[in-house]
C-alpha cells in the first residue's frame, strides 16, 4: 500500500525555468508533509515542508503548494540551477512519527 | 554544531551474521529514527525511539532491533543477516512529536 506516490521517476529541466516537482498521497490523517532532496551515497538533506492547515509554503526558490482536496502537493524550483540536480524525496507524517516517503523523482537541470 | 553522525560508512558481511550500527543525534534532539533505503526506492521506516523506548515500528521482522543509551545515541542491530538486507540504513533524529525529521550520510550495507 503505497500510501505516498511520486509518479515521475526523472524530470530533466534546463538551466534558469522552472522545476515542478509532484507527489500524491491517500491517507487524510497525514498532517505534515516535507521535502528531501539526495545527492547518491548521501543522507537525504530536509529542504521545505508545509503544514496540513496551509496551502504554500515558500523559502528562497523553493515553493511547496498543498491541494488537500486532491491529495495533491508540489514543489516549485524557481530558477533551477545546475546545483539543484538530485534526487527529489517528497515524504509525509502525522504528529512527529514515522516518515512515509514517495520512490523519488530524479531532476537534472540541463545547462 | 555536529549534525547527524553516523558508523561507520560501508560494511561488508557475509548471510547469517550479525551487524550494529551506529548513531548520534543532532545537538538538542532527543528522538531518534531509523530507516531502511534499497537502491531505486525511497527510504523505509522501521522503528523510532524517545527516552530509550520503541516509540513505533514499521513492517520489519524481528531481526531487527534497536536500542536507545541516555545520550540519546542509538544501535540499530540486524541478526541473521540476509542477502535482501543490503541497503543504505538512514538514521534521522528530531525533537519528540516534531514533524522535521534530519538524517545522517548513512551506512552503506552489503550482504554477500
Known amino acids: 500500500d503505497q500510501q505516498v506516490k511520486q509518479n515521475s521517476p526523472s524530470l530533466s529541466v534546463q538551466e534558469g525555468r522552472i522545476s515542478i516537482l509532484n507527489c500524491d498521497y491517500t491517507?487524510?490523517?497525514?498532517?505534515?508533509f516535507l521535502w528531501y532532496k539526495k545527492y547518491p551515497a548521501e543522507g537525504p538533506t530536509f529542504l521545505i515542508s508545509?503544514?496540513?492547515?496551509?496551502d504554500k509554503n515558500e523559502d528562497g526558490r523553493f515553493t511547496v503548494f498543498l491541494n488537500k482536496s486532491a491529495k495533491h502537493l508540489s514543489l516549485h524550483i524557481v530558477p533551477s540551477q545546475p546545483g539543484d540536480s538530485a534526487v527529489y524525496f517528497c515524504?509525509?507524517?502525522?504528529?512527529?512519527?514515522?516518515?512515509?516517503f514517495g520512490q523519488g523523482t530524479e531532476l537534472s537541470v540541463k545547462p | 554544531d555536529a549534525g547527524v553522525t553516523q558508523s561507520p560508512t560501508h560494511l561488508i558481511k557475509t548471510r547469517g551474521q550479525q551487524v550494529t550500527l551506529r548513531c548520534s543525534p543532532k545537538s538538542g534532539h532527543d528522538t531518534v529514527s531509523w530507516y531502511q533505503q534499497a537502491l531505486g526506492q525511497g527510504p523505509q521506516f522501521i522503528f523510532q525511539y524517545y527516552e530509550e523506548e520503541e516509540r513505533q515500528r514499521g513492517n520489519f521482522p524481528d531481526r531487527f532491533s534497536g536500542h536507545q543509551f541516555p545520550n540519546y545515541s542509538s544501535e540499530l542491530n540486524v541478526n541473521a543477516l540476509l542477502l535482501g538486507d543490503s541497503a543504505l540504513y538512514l538514521c534521522?533524529?528530531?525533537?519528540?512529536?516534531?514533524?522535521?525529521?534530519?538524517f545522517g550520510p548513512g551506512t552503506r550495507l552489503t550482504v554477500l
Open positions: 508545509i503544514s496540513s492547515i496551509k
Open positions: 515524504a509525509a507524517n502525522r504528529q512527529g512519527g514515522k516518515l512515509i
Open positions: 491517507n487524510s490523517m497525514f498532517d505534515y
Open positions: 534521522a533524529s528530531s525533537l519528540v512529536n516534531d514533524n522535521e525529521q534530519f
